[in-house]
Structures are given as structure tokens and as C-alpha cells.
């Protein structure tokens, strides 16, 4: 089995993460700038962050033979002091040129405030400006829908944005109808209390079909599961999907999406192609055929 990981933040994993997640197949892992569990007193320390996302953890990662790209940005949380966002981004630009940095994200919101959508957009111009691809995140638990809600409006207000360079993230049975039908990739994250079980994103595969849909650990400092991809492989098995379909989602969905920046490659350019190919849009019997597996 092969796979990436399109959302994990290695930087608060240990090393036999790494390990179990090379034993496991990852082959490569993007990690969106995140909250640290306070908010950071100064642009300053962004800097520093910045450095380990860029420099530091593709090498680490390297020993493990996983390749390791980055996303860069001030997280939601921090979105409300806009004095420190203003400082942050305009510091940002000069790492968009380190050759593992795929874009801005994880952008988003938080609490859906005020500040929190100046910020967001201003991320978004930023992106727009540098040509960059966009990894959103969206709220937890009782203000998902509405920061989902409000993501996709804000960004159907641009006419400069391609929707199909667009993950929107963190997506549950609530959400993930208004993030397609607007035609951005979105993301079901395998994170064991806040978010989606293996059982429920399958569920969700069953219903709309694998196009423009990814999986995610989001692995971090809280209860996660680095080998959440493969825990979600398994439960595909067991539930009687083909091993072409688990390679789909798992592995040709994120190099459809993130092989739209030059500068993502998991090793070889026929892997990006075949990737592609493989990610293509299907009609609707075809998605249900793939969906019904089980049922036969």
C-alpha cells in the first residue's frame, strides 16, 4: 500500500511517527501552518516556525524516505489580531520560494468573527497575488457549518480563484454538499474526537463518489492517529472496496490536487500523470458502481 498524508503537523510528532507512518506506505506528507496551543506573542516567532516547516522537517522526514512540502500562514486562531496578521503576512511571501512550500494554508476561521474574515481574505489576496494554491481549514463542531458557509461565499466572490486549487478542509456530512457543488476539493479528516471516524467518511465516499474528495490524519499534539490513512484503508477493505479504490482516494486524489503546484513530486513525473488520470472526474454511475461494492 501506498498513500499521502495531504494534512499532518509532523513538527509536534516524534520520530517513530515518522517511522510508523514509512512502515505504513506514506510515501509524502503536507503539513499547513497551525496553532501551537497559544498564540504567538510576536511576527518574530512565526519566522522561526516558518524555518522549521521549510528547512528542518523535510530533512528529518528525508531519513524516513517521506518527502515532506509545507503550507504557510497565520492560523485561523490568531486571525483576530489583525496588527500581527498584517506583520505575519507580509513576511510570508519570501518562503513561498523554499521548493517545498505548495501554498498558503491552513487558512480559515475560527469563531466567524470579524477580524477573522479580514484576515482570511487577506490570505487570500496573498495567494492570489503569488499564484498559490490554498488549503483552508474550517471550524470545529457547533460553528462548522456556518464558517463553512461563510468560506465558500467569500470565495465565490473572486473571480480570480479557480476552484480546483482549492481544499477546503475538515468537511463532515453537513458540509461537504455546498464545498463540491461549488467545485473545490475538500478534505474528511481521521481525527478520533472532533472530527470523522473511518466508518463515517466511508459512508461519505458511498453517498457522493471519490471526485475531488481527499483523507487526512491531521495528526498533532492532541488524540491523534499518525497512521490514521492506513486505519481508514483497512476499514475500506473490511467494508469490500477494491484495492484500485483505496489506491484512488489514498494516493492519485492527493497528487491530482497537490501536483498543480510544479513543485510537488513524489518521486517520479509518471506518478503525477497517472495521478491525474486516475483522479478524473466520473460520471455518476460510475461513482455509484465504485460505492456499491459492499452491497454486491
Known sequence: MRYIDLHAHMVSRTTDDYVQMALTGCVAVTEPAFWAGWDRSSADGFEDYFRHLTDFEPKRAAVYGIRHFAWLCLNPKEGEDRQLAREVLRRIPRYLESPTVLGIGEIGLNRVTRNEIAT????VDLAIEHDQLIHIHTPHLEDKYKGTRTIVDILTEYDRIDPSRVMIDHAEEHTLPIILENGFWTGLTLYPQTKVSPERAIDMFERYGTDRICVASACDWGPSLPDAVPHFALAMRRRGHSADLIDRI???????????????????DSARRNGAEKALPRSESDAKSSAGVAAA
Not at 489514498?250 to 513543485?263: C, R, T, V
Open 250 to 268: 489514498i494516493y492519485h486524489n492527493p497528487i491530482a490536487f497537490l501536483g498543480q503546484s510544479p513543485k510537488f513530486d513524489v518521486g517520479t
Open 120 to 123: 482570511f481574505r487577506d490570505h
